[in-house]
């Protein structure tokens, strides 16, 4: 039984904007929406080093090879980061990748899409981390230090990724027509998916409720959207791309685009597992894991025999 003066004081703490530390009392429902949270992030930056790492052998240039290269090792970076603050909460990173490798912890639903031509790359940037970051320098701000000061370092790191993509993207709109037609292609395969990563609309997003009073989010998956909306709108007019949305149109009264139906149906499909590539990513994980058991089991063997060495000497 919780005690309601411990709930109290933690609800208190956070109302005035103080952070949550790991030796902090917190209700078991906080640490487990953050176990479930944080770890599909961690796991989101690990698979979504995948359609990426695809094409770092065909980037067109080594200029462009090398950035790429330090993009997708920034992902996994954000991965460890994210792993490792999930640990604070007294779970196991193994368990962690043992819920993804079987499919019963999510991650991003955008990360099931292919990477069919190198204009993906500049989309990816330009679009997927840049509605990654319109999320998590809300998420900065939350309750929990651990995940916020990871956040912090990771929203840095996206928004040198976002101009990479971005430049991508301006690069080849300013080429040319076939070009500025593969720019345009990936806006038309991309766009809908990153509005969509940002979770489903607030009427159908059972946990926002609970996490907003926590303030572990710190706005409603539909405000983020809208901002992530009015900030890329003009970037495409800017390099001359269309938004794939023939109802997307500025409001004058509220300053603020309006955009047509989103497709809910596709995203409820591609999160239980049925997106396009799905499978294949999952599959790419469990590999990698498999392929990797011998340097865990020499890395473990060898701090043994050190700790043996230490005790000996
Ligand atoms: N994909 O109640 P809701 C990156 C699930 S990686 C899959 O609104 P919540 C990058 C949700 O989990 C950045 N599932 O959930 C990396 C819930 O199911 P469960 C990734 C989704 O948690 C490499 C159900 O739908 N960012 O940038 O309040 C290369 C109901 O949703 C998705 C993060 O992970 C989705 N898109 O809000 C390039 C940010 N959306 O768990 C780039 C951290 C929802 O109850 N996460 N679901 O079974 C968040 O901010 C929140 O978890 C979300 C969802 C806004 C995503």
Not at 136 to 160: D, H, N, V
């Amino acid at each position: 039984m919780e005690d309601a003066k411990q709930l109290e004081a933690f609800e208190a703490k956070i109302a005035s904007g103080q952070k949550i530390e790991p030796k902090d009392w917190m209700p078991e429902a906080y640490r487990k929406q953050l176990v479930r949270m944080m770890s599909q992030h961690a796991h989101s930056e690990i698979v979504g080093m995948l359609p990426e790492g695809n094409w770092i052998t065909r980037a067109p240039n080594l200029r462009r090879k090398a950035i790429l290269l330090a993009k997708v090792q920034d992902e996994a970076g954000h991965g460890l980061y994210l792993y490792s603050a999930t640990e604070t909460l007294g779970v196991d990173r193994a368990e962690l990748l043992a819920q993804l490798h079987t499919g019963k912890a999510k991650y991003s639903s955008i990360f099931n899409y292919p990477t069919l031509t190198w204009a993906d790359i500049g989309a990816i940037g330009w679009l997927v981390d840049g509605a990654a970051i319109m999320n998590q320098t809300a998420l900065a701000r939350g309750s929990y230090g651990p995940y916020c000061r990871a956040m912090i370092r990771i929203c840095k790191e996206e928004s040198f990724h976002n101009r990479q993509g971005y430049e991508i993207m301006m690069s080849l709109a300013q080429g040319t027509p076939e070009q500025k037609a593969l720019a345009q292609d990936a806006l038309n395969r991309w766009w809908w998916p990153a509005i969509m990563m940002l979770g489903p609309s607030d009427d159908q997003s059972p946990n926002s409720d609970q996490l907003m009073r926590w303030k572990v989010k710190m706005e409603s998956n539909d405000a983020i959207r809208q901002r992530f909306i009015d900030r890329t709108v003009p970037q495409a007019d800017f390099i001359g791309l269309t938004i794939p949305d023939k109802d997307m149109k500025f409001d004058e009264k509220t300053g603020h685009y309006t955009h047509g139906p989103i497709n809910w149906d596709e995203f409820f499909d591609v999160i239980k597992g049925n997106g396009p590539c799905n499978a294949k990513r999952l599959k790419a994980r469990v590999d990698a894991d498999k392929k990797g058991a011998w340097v865990r089991e020499a890395a473990s063997a060898y701090a043994a025999k050190q700790a043996k060495e230490k005790q000996v000497a």
